[in-house]
T-cell receptor
Framework: NAGVTQTPKFQVLKTGQSMTLQCAQDMNHNSMYWYRQDPGMGLRLIYYSASEGTTDKGEVPNGYNVSRLNKREFSLRLESAAPSQTSVYFC?????????????FGPGTRLTVL | DAKTTQPNSMESNEEEPVHLPCNHSTISGTDYIHWYRQLPSQGPEYVIHGLTSNVNNRMASLAIAEDRKSSTLILHRATLRDAAVYYCILIQQGSSNTGKLIFGQGTTLQVKP
């Protein structure tokens, strides 16, 4: 199993450009999450999807959109990138919303917006 | 929201035990205590979790105070690979619980050879 994979690993954008971050998991998990991590800080939740076909806002959703394409894939889109969105983005998944289950994280996408 | 407090940093010598503390004085009765760690340039990884009783797994042990207002993650023999940021996280409760993780600043563990 590859676990949680993310593409691309690195990306540089200019202000105003758009892009989509891809995330896929092969563990048959129902829940998927997008977090961002700014330098020296903990992760903050952007959006999550409790199951295929549903998405909800997290702590910092402004400037982002998401799509739960199918059970495996959960993408994050920046419509008009801003320097404040320079960050490392992590995707995570979990089998279900049961509190005792662990989340599995991808390796991250390092995004720089100039 | 229940909040956790951890020391910013700790140091340990290789092959010695490490005790990483976490205070969560406002924890709710049914909140689970989870620990994750983040190695340099990697995503977080699950370490251990518990509710009331002490827990052991192949990675670590979790000691939970009787009043549940604090807990301690124990690495029995630290290795260089254990150098990471360790996060103590309470899983949010509620009718619309999403299981989302609320990350604090964590404790940066340095392991000296």
């Amino acid at each position: 199993n590859a676990g949680v994979t993310q593409t691309p690993k690195f990306q540089v954008l200019k202000t105003g450009q758009s892009m989509t971050l891809q995330c896929a998991q092969d563990m048959n998990h129902n829940s998927m999450y997008w977090y961002r991590q700014d330098p020296g800080m903990g992760l903050r939740l952007i959006y999550y999807s409790a199951s295929e076909g549903t998405t909800d806002k997290g702590e910092v959703p402004n400037g982002y959109n998401v799509s739960r394409l199918n059970k495996r894939e959960f993408s994050l889109r920046l419509e008009s990138a801003a320097p404040s969105q320079t960050s490392v983005y992590f995707c995570a998944s979990r089998w279900d919303l049961v509190l005792t289950l662990a989340q599995y994280f991808g390796p991250g996408t390092r995004l720089t917006v100039l | 929201d229940a909040k956790t407090t951890q020391p910013n940093s700790m140091e340990s010598n290789e092959e010695e035990p490490v005790h990483l503390p976490c205070n969560h004085s406002t924890i709710s009765g049914t909140d689970y205590i989870h620990w994750y760690r983040q190695l340099p340039s990697q995503g977080p990884e699950y370490v251990i979790h518990g509710l009331t009783s002490n827990v052991n797994n192949r990675m670590a042990s979790l000691a939970i105070a009787e009043d549940r207002k604090s807990s301690t993650l124990i690495l029995h023999r630290a290795t260089l690979r254990d150098a990471a940021v360790y996060y103590c996280i309470l899983i949010q409760q509620g009718s619309s619980n999403t299981g989302k993780l609320i990350f604090g600043q964590g404790t940066t563990l340095q392991v000296k050879p």
